[in-house]
């Protein structure tokens, strides 16, 4: 059985569980509830993600802070609200500023959503973030953070430093097809624009 903070489907029923069994969890942990659940509903209903990621970013609480305000982002990039999307990540980074110890990858996914939408007044942000990032290496982050640098740099008229980055990421893909997408680009289509990209 689905835990209660973890439902895929939504309607007035399960709602009112939730909120009845959310009202008598301890404090400290409804930031958590609210992030679970609205992350279970993301695919499923993204405008209802939002409203429970919203609640969670509003609680602010530390530890739970960066991964709701991600969650958020990605609630409001499904529904085309890439600026608020942007905004969310920006929480996100103040947060991990105010607590190290709690981090998530809001730095190069902000940094790609910039890239991909064409967000050229915030490139040199995105850039300064991926400065940071790029040395976290590790699978998913390292290829994201590459891949917006490599947009951004391309688009900004530098040649030399985009294509040394976009071969970068494209050594980190899979030889096999990914098959998957984020803010609506496939992995596949991403990995032909790294290529054009690279020359």
Not at 88 to 112: C, K, M, V, W
Not at 178 to 183: K, M, N, P, R, V
Request: aromatic share 8%; glycine share 6%.
């Amino acid at each position: 059985m689905t835990d209660w903070y973890r439902r895929t489907n939504w309607n007035e029923e399960i709602a009112a569980d939730f909120e009845a069994r959310l009202a008598r969890a301890r404090p400290s942990n409804r930031a958590q509830y609210l992030s679970l659940q609205g992350y279970a509903l993301l695919s499923s209903r993204p405008e209802k993600s939002e409203e429970l990621l919203e609640r969670a970013v509003s609680l602010a609480e530390g530890s739970e802070l960066p991964r709701a305000c991600c969650y958020l982002a990605i609630a409001r990039t499904a529904q085309g609200k890439i600026d608020a999307a942007i905004d969310a990540y920006n929480i996100a980074i103040d947060a991990e500023r105010r607590e190290p110890l709690h981090r998530s990858t809001a730095g190069i996914d902000q940094a790609f959503l910039i890239a991909l939408f064409d967000r050229g007044i915030l490139y040199g942000h995105a850039l300064e973030q991926l400065t940071l990032s790029i040395a976290d290496q590790w699978s998913l982050a390292g290829l994201e953070a590459l891949a917006a640098d490599a947009i951004i740099r391309s688009r900004n008229g530098q040649a030399d430093i985009a294509r040394e980055r976009a071969r970068e990421a494209l050594a980190l893909f899979p030889e096999e097809s990914l098959g998957a997408q984020w803010a609506g680009i496939s992995f596949d289509d991403l990995r032909l624009r790294l290529q054009a990209i690279a020359g």
